[in-house]
């Protein structure tokens, strides 16, 4: 008689168990648009997943995702671009992955370069944010066939023409 309890016992306990592993394992599709990214997120748990765009579209487990990390890589005309990310993410803050959906991700190109200027008493500091489509912001650090470019030049003119001053950007 007790084994038949404990038989039923260890049956209602399996058939929880599946049920508890069905409902975690609900999955949703991830879309990159954007062909040479990579991108990797941290979900619940501690959980890191490294995506790649493609064809494909990954199966997640449903639930809400934070990006940590994002490599766009580009070919063109013989030359291969690559820039990274790591925040701020802008509208890709939280991606939310849900059960039985394909959730699209819009991000890189275009880009949008932005000026950061900061006037200090008998200087001028001018640096340059790189934006993607939803708002992701890129490392200033741009390779170009696996080496960094180099740093851009800039060069202040007068209404009139005349050159006020010279520069070169700075790594750092």
């Given amino acids: 008689m007790k084994n038949r309890y404990a038989l039923v016992l260890l049956g209602i306990a399996a058939v929880a168990l599946a049920g508890i592993h069905r409902i975690a394992r609900q999955e949703?599709?991830?879309?990159?648009?954007v062909p040479g990214v990579i991108l990797q997120l941290k979900g619940g748990f501690g959980q890191y997943r490294t995506l790649q765009s493609g064809s494909q579209r990954p199966a997640l487990p449903a639930r809400m995702y934070r990006p940590i990390r994002l490599e766009m890589t580009r070919t063109q005309n013989g030359v291969t671009w690559r820039m990274h990310s790591g925040g701020?993410?802008?509208n890709l803050d939280?991606?939310?992955?849900?059960?039985?959906q394909t959730t699209a991700i819009e991000l890189g190109p275009p880009l949008t370069i932005k000026p950061l200027v900061e006037v200090l008493p008998?200087?001028?500091?001018?640096?340059l944010q790189i934006f993607g489509r939803a708002g992701e912001q890129y490392s200033n650090l741009v390779y170009r066939n696996d080496r960094r470019i180099e740093t851009p030049k800039v060069t202040i003119?007068?209404?009139g023409g005349?050159?006020?001053a010279f520069g070169s950007f700075s790594y750092g």
């Fill in 28 to 33: 949703g599709y991830l879309a990159i648009d």
């Fill in 88 to 90: 701020p993410w802008g």
């Fill in 94 to 100: 939280r991606i939310e992955v849900e059960r039985g």
């Fill in 122 to 127: 008998g200087q001028v500091f001018i640096g």
């Fill in 157 to 159: 003119l007068s209404e």
């Fill in 162 to 164: 005349t050159q006020l």
